[in-house]
């Protein structure tokens, strides 16, 4: 389980405040918010990015807040997925297991390549991928570290829509084959319900996961509540 | 006839292309035509001016390899940390770029006149090893400045996405940045030898114009002037051409295939 407790953080005008979260092992949980609201920061200091000026981040009741982000394994995915221009499709998902010095690499980014669905792009320069594929190899390099929690910052914002459907059902699968718990921050509303996970809502660098805060959220944004979270308010 | 704006711009700006081009080509090919094919071959194969062109090259090959030492840390350090005092060191540095060179060895050959600096002043004073030091002194805050305007230019969070996958700052550095910045640090190589091959007026101050001694090819050239051996200055002209077009020229075409550490 991971958890955020009482976390703060001043960046210049901005400022998260009191930030509480918790996410079971295996849980999904999406994050939605407006653009600046601060979900990006938030992701940031959980994968020790950014560190907080005060408050504690813990995984499975270890505190990991002073940790530098290479002594955390958790898998961060940016949302224009900074992948090594330099490394082709398999030494990217390669890239944190050959830093681990771990042995039997190919076979690990082999499995994880399949996991994602893209086993033959494994020799593909990474700029000759669509969006979509550098989102999922992005995953696949995340993923291949067996990291704790998965933090994905905005998976949809440069897809068109087709491509966003099918990143939406291979999330889902990604997520019932492997069990990784993520957080998944977005702004698209819409392409985040569908994905079934847990959701919080978060404005002015405030997040909230009751759920009837959660729903009324919604139902100023969208102008109706989710099916799931009718009754809530 | 009358010529659309789009037009007159484009011939124009060919026009001024070709006006420099001539004008390189004619003083170049003024130099090349000054000697004989005979009188050339002799005096380049002369003790003097090999001599010359070996110290020139070993010089400036040591001058670069210890200011890129430097300046690639110095240059990320800039690039990437906030502290106090930043923009004082910032300014700092553009002190040798737009100090002229004869002031830079002026400075130095003052620094080596103060009780610290009268400590190493028998080692670089009128010896060789001034040499390397006044080319260090004149390369290494213009290789500072075009190496941060590169790490400027690379996104921070390939280093964070690297860390997050388990890079310590170094391995982050070692693994991807340095891989991104691979353009801009061919470039500023290439730069600095060349500069430093034919760096002149803090040489002269602070190493002096020895024959045989402290004589790289621009102090053979001036020390030619001064004997008006002109066959020899146009030789000495002509390789120092040679040498700093070839070294750009190979970085440009091969550098990309060097690994990087």
Known sequence: MISVEDLNLRLGNFALVDVNLRVGRGEHLVILGPIGSGKTTLLKCIAGIYTPDSGRIKIDGRDISRLPPEKRNLGYVPQDYKLFPHLNVAENVAFGLKVRGLSDVGERVREVLELVGLPELSSRRVEQLSEGQKQLVAIARALAIKPH????????????????????????RIHEQTGTTMIHVTHDFEAALGLGGRVAVMDGGRLSQELPEVARYLQERLGYIPVDLEGEV | MKLDGNRSFSILALASLLALSLFFSAVLLSVLLYASPREFLSSLLSKEVQFSIQLSLATATIATVACMFFAVPAAYALSRFSFRGKGAIDLLLYLPIGLPPVALGAAL??????????????????????IVLAQFAVISALATKILKATFDSIDEEYEAV???????????????????????????????????????????????????????????????????????????????????????FLIQRFGERWPII
Do not use: N
Request: glycine share 8%; charged share 15%.
């Open chain 2, 162 to 248: 690297a860390r997050t996958l388990g890079c310590t700052r170094f391995q982050a550095f070692r693994r991807v940045t340095l891989h991104l910045a691979r353009g801009g640090l061919l470039t500023t190589i290439a730069i600095s030898w060349v500069r430093a091959v034919g760096e002149f007026g803090a040489t002269v101050m602070l190493a002096g114009a020895t024959r045989m001694k402290t004589e790289t090819l621009p102090i053979a050239i001036y020390l030619s002037l001064q004997a008006a051996d002109v066959v020899k200055m146009s030789v000495l002209i002509i390789v120092l051409a040679v040498v700093s077009l070839a070294a750009l």
């Open chain 1, 149 to 172: 929690v998965l933090l994905l910052d905005e998976p949809f914002a440069r897809l068109d829509s087709v491509a966003k459907a099918r990143l939406r059902g291979e999330l889902m």
């Open chain 2, 109 to 130: 050959l003052i620094f080596f006149g103060t009780p610290v600096g009268k400590i190493f002043s028998s080692k670089f004073v009128f010896e060789v090893p001034g």
